[in-house]
């Protein structure tokens, strides 16, 4: 089955610094790689997604390379703010008829420091 | 929009008790799916549906736990009897379509505490 790696565990960077999380996936076969964001005491919360069709995607301060040859993936944010601080969990699914399983990641604690 | 409802947000009961967590998805969903959270293990799929049928519950760890879905607006994942280890953040979650890649929209949880 699936193993996704992350990396680091935790990570602290300064205010408006940019911060970047590493996975790397087994499959060769998975094609699409969301990225969940997960506040204390709440849900993870989907905040990007990229399907392997694409090498790269942006959403304001958020931004998802994925290289399909070395099976890795990365979450980059920049301008880091406070409430960036959360844990991050990256995921990898192999698209087949009737397959939903999501494999995560051990997730990555994001601190921001004022 | 109402977002994935899960209750009880917390349930602490002695072990060998009957637990029973409940899940809304969020209406017009058609797959919905369980999940234990602990630090040892991560994010573990116990068990996912599809307009309401069990499709995949090979994460479920053993008989003591069950799951339903009587109809698309309700679930419901049970241990019985309880033990210690038990004692996680269990998640539910709903996405659209299961045939394509759609995102999967979590709950806030049920911190279960097996005493």
């Known amino acids: 089955g699936e193993n996704v790696e992350q990396h680091p565990s935790t990570l602290s960077v300064q205010e408006g610094d940019s911060a970047v999380i590493k996975c790397t996936y087994s499959d060769s076969a998975s094609n699409y790689f969301p990225w969940y964001k997960q506040e204390l005491g709440k849900g993870p919360q989907l905040i990007i997604d990229?399907?392997?069709?694409?090498g790269e995607k942006k959403d304001q301060r958020i931004a998802v390379t994925l290289n399909k040859t070395a099976k890795h993936f990365s979450l980059h944010i920049t301008e880091t703010q406070p409430e960036d601080s959360a844990v991050y969990f990256c995921?990898?699914?192999?698209?087949?008829?009737?397959?939903?399983?999501?494999?995560f990641g051990t997730g990555t604690r994001l601190t921001i420091i004022p | 929009d109402a977002g994935v409802i899960q209750s009880p947000r917390h349930e602490v009961t002695e072990m060998g008790q009957e637990v029973t967590l409940r899940c809304k998805p969020i209406?017009?969903?058609?797959?919905l799916f369980w999940y234990r959270q602990t630090m040892m293990r991560g994010l573990e799929l116990l068990i996912y549906f599809n307009n309401n049928v069990p499709i995949d519950d090979s994460g479920m760890p053993e008989d003591r736990f069950s799951a339903k879905m009587p109809n698309a607006s309700f679930s419901t994942l049970k241990i019985q009897p309880s033990e210690p280890r038990d004692s996680a953040v269990y998640f539910c979650a709903s996405s659209l379509e299961w045939v394509s890649n759609q995102p999967q929209h979590f709950g806030d949880g049920t911190r279960l505490s097996i005493l």
């Open positions: 209406s017009g969903h058609n797959s």
């Open positions: 995921a990898a699914k192999r698209e087949n008829f009737g397959n939903e399983k999501l494999t």
């Open positions: 990229i399907r392997s069709n694409v």
